[in-house]
Each structure stands twice: as C-alpha cells, then as structure tokens.
C-alpha cells in the first residue's frame, strides 16, 4: 500500500492537492492499494510541526509513504527506504532570518531529503535548488513534471466584450501583482484576481483606476470557469516551481503571458506563451499590449500552447510516479 500524506488544507492553498488527487484517483481505479491522509495540524509552529511528525509515524507499518509536498518534514519517523517525498519549490527557504530559517531549512530539507529514498522533483529549476541546498546525491532527486487537469478543455472565449478580461492566479509577492497592476494603468479590461488581497493590493489597484474582480477560495470547478471566461492568462511571476497556471491556461485555449525565467520558459514550450522581463514594468506592459491588440498573435500562441499541452497527461506523469514506487520495491 501507499498512502500520501497532504498537508493540512486551507482555502486559499490547494494546488498540490489538486494534483495528488487526480494521481491517487488515478492509481485507485487501476486496483493499486492507496489510501489519502491529511496531517491534522498546519505548520504553524514547532509544536504542531512535531504532532505531524508523530501522528505520521504511527501510520508507517506496512505502507510506503509518500508525503506530497509543503510539508517534508513528516517523514522524519518514517520507514526511510519506503519513504518517497516530493518538493514542488523551495520558497520556504526564502523565509524567516536566523535562527528560524535555519530551523526551517533543517526540518523541511536537511533531515528528510538526506533520509528519505527518493526525492521527486516538478522541475529541472528545482531539482538545481534542492541540490544547492542540501548535499545528497543527485541520482536520488527525480524530476517528474505536473501534469494539466483532463478537465481543462478548450473552449472559445466569449464573443463582443468591450474590455478583455484579463484572469491572475495568485497574490502571494512572487506573482508579482504589483507590477501587473502598474503595467495596466490606462489599459481598458478587467483584471480578474484569484486569491486574498491585502489592503495594500487594494489601494494600489484603486490608485491605478484598475476595474478589478477578486475571488477567493473557489473550488477546482469555479476555477476552471474563470480561466473559460478569460481572455488571457497573467502569469509574469518572479519565481516558480512548475507554474501550472501556464499550463491550465493553455488547454483552456487562451493565450499565456508569463515570465522569460526557468521553469516558466520551459512549461510553456516553444513558442506556447509570449514571455517578457517580469522585473520590467515596460516589458509586461508592451506584452499585454502585442496580445490585446494582435489577433494573429494570439491564434498562434493557443495553437502553439494546446499542442504544448500534450506533453503534460496525467497518464505520462502516473505512468514515472510507478515506476519510482517499483524502483524502491513498493509495487
């Protein structure tokens, strides 16, 4: 048996656990013994980071684990050579100063990577990052991409609108809002935002006479209804792991604005996404501008992007996830 363990869940967070769960769905209608757990407590603290590491540890016997993502830490107790952790990013590390970042780089990357048997990774960016921060040896670290939900068809945009309606997945500071949102200034659309705002994101919006709508909180299919009712996809992040809003975009059919950065550059493909400098105003601004105002441009780019897509099955991902599992004796 394998049982993947999730972080606990929040609103707000939900990526890897839209991807595990297509995986395990997956893998439980092809009869392979599986079984879903979440942590009870998120990582908030050292105490509720301990109770996870307890509460997986009497989940160990007679089962390999594989601890999705966010919380690495939860297979400090586990059988190691049954142990298969999988990091989506190192943006943890980028946290805290101190005392407290070294803490976080121990729990979450130092200790587990060095015992668990095999790391997967979601990109080739950060597979180099998880080797820069911890030595172990690379053979050990696998990348295996994510995949686009089947659920992400193509569909025509909506005909006759006056203002584009210009769709932003995230609000953390890497998806770099603030730069979008200058970028717009004077543009007519509407910029439709996923996820919470903060007062300042607020006032900044406003300051800008940007016509906003934010959601926050939605399910796997409201989500999916946002990215069918946009007319581009805004995503110059400054820093990813994978970057699947690339991807969701483009089976939708529309057009991809992201970052000129690995792994962004990468996951969209050749030609699948107009990439621009996300540390230049002027360079989101001007891209924004080609793909509102170029018809041919964004034609190529949806045919270029669904084409793109056909790499990224969920069957082709499922297909690497077994054979880790049949590498460390567990199927």
Request: glycine letters at 6%; aromatic letters at 10%; proline letters at 6%.
């Amino acid at each position: 048996m394998i049982t993947y363990i999730f972080r606990r869940r929040l609103p707000t967070v939900f990526s890897i656990e839209k991807l595990f769960d297509a995986l395990y769905a997956h893998f439980a209608k092809t009869g392979m013994a599986v079984r879903r757990v979440e942590l009870p407590h998120v990582s908030t603290g050292i105490f509720s980071v301990l109770r996870n590491v307890w509460f997986v540890a009497r989940l160990r016997k007679k089962s390999a684990l594989h601890v999705t993502g966010d919380v690495h830490y939860a297979a400090l107790l586990c059988p190691f050579a049954r142990t298969i952790i999988t990091i989506h990013d190192c943006v943890v590390l980028q946290r805290g100063s101190g005392v407290k970042r070294y803490v976080l780089w121990v729990l979450w990357f130092w200790l587990p990577l060095r015992l668990a048997a095999v790391i997967t990774v979601i990109s080739e960016q950060t597979k180099s990052e998880v080797l820069k921060s911890v030595f172990i040896p690379g053979k050990k670290v696998i990348v295996i991409p994510n995949f686009v939900d089947p659920s992400f068809e193509f569909r025509l945009p909506p005909l006759g609108r006056q203002r584009p309606r210009l769709l932003h997945v995230g609000t953390t500071p890497n998806k770099n809002l603030a730069r979008v949102v200058a970028s717009l200034r004077g543009i007519p659309c509407v910029l439709v935002i996923i996820g919470p705002l903060s007062p300042a994101q607020v006032t900044d919006l406003e300051a800008n006479g940007i016509a906003y709508e934010n959601f926050i909180g939605l399910d796997h299919k409201e989500l999916r209804d946002q990215y069918w009712d946009a007319d581009v996809i805004s995503f110059p992040s400054t820093y990813e792991g994978f970057g699947m809003p690339i991807l969701e975009g483009q089976a939708s059919g529309r057009p991809v604005l992201t970052s000129d950065l690995e792994p962004m550059r990468s996951v969209a493909g050749e030609a699948g996404a107009l990439l621009v400098n996300p540390e230049s105003i002027d360079s989101i601004r001007e891209g924004f501008l080609r793909l509102l105002g170029d018809d041919l441009l964004r034609a190529r780019l949806v045919n270029a992007g669904l084409e793109n897509c056909r790499r990224f099955t969920l069957e082709a991902v499922a297909a690497r996830y077994m054979a880790v599992y049949r590498d460390i004796g567990v199927c």
